[in-house]
């Protein structure tokens, strides 16, 4: 009997996914409309410093979404598989 997946696991996978396409997008959108409508050249630094800053936290924040998700399915693995030594 295989083990079916857990719910909550894909839930956890598919809000990272969705949160890193979404973060990526932003962060590139958003400095080139920034840098598009200053002409200060002491803007630019500013922006693309504050990109790269959310750029790390946001791929940080996935990547815990991601690892969590797979925490959960490696427990309810380990779950299962006592379940089904036990009967």
């Not at 979404?22 to 922006?47: E, F, K, Q």
């Not at 990547?63 to 598989?81: K, P, S, T, V, W």
Request: proline residues 5%.
């Amino acid at each position: 009997m295989k083990k079916p997946v857990n719910r909550f696991a894909v839930v956890l996978w598919v809000l990272a996914g969705f949160l890193l396409v979404a973060d990526l997008l932003s962060y590139v959108l958003v400095p080139m409309l920034t840098l598009a409508t200053t002409n200060d050249p002491h803007m630019r630094l500013p922006v693309i410093e504050a990109s790269w800053m959310s750029i790390s936290a946001s791929l940080s924040s996935c990547a815990m979404l991601a690892a969590f998700g797979y925490i959960i399915e490696l427990i309810d693995q380990i779950r299962f598989n006592k379940k089904n030594f036990e009967e």
